[in-house]
């Protein structure tokens, strides 16, 4: 079993930057693969990055690619989604999600955080 949490959410201007933060306890958490995933108002929950869990591989949605990069910390069992040149298209709740074995694009995560909310203004 992982807990998942997620922080590190809040208010921005466009152009601006935030970084959450997704912390993990339970199991080893050093062979799940974690993904981030964002569900705006009305719209389907959607891939945003992943990370294997060496970190060695990283994906990105197209959308957020050159903006959003994703990194982990084995040490701290905690994974980051640096955002950088936010739009208000970004807004969204932002859940992590992890899974044993390879990173995926799709929602097949076994775990899921709460979500942490991201408003950018414009």
């Known amino acids: 079993q992982v807990q998942l949490v997620e922080s590190g959410g809040g208010l921005v201007q466009a152009g601006g930057s935030l970084r959450l933060s997704c912390s993990a306890s339970g199991r080893t958490f050093s062979i799940y693969g974690i993904g981030w995933f964002r569900q705006a108002p009305g719209k389907e929950r959607e891939f945003v990055a992943a990370i294997s869990w060496s970190g060695g591989r990283t994906y990105y949605a197209d959308s957020v690619k050159g903006r959003f990069t994703i990194s982990r910390d084995n040490a701290k069992n905690t994974v980051y989604l640096q955002m950088n040149s936010l739009k208000p298209e970004d807004t969204a709740v932002y859940y992590c999600?992890?899974?044993?074995?390879?990173?995926?694009?799709?929602?097949?995560?076994?775990?899921w955080g709460q979500g942490t909310q991201v408003t950018v203004s414009s």
């Open positions: 999600a992890a899974r044993l074995g390879s990173p995926l694009v799709t929602l097949n995560y076994n775990y």
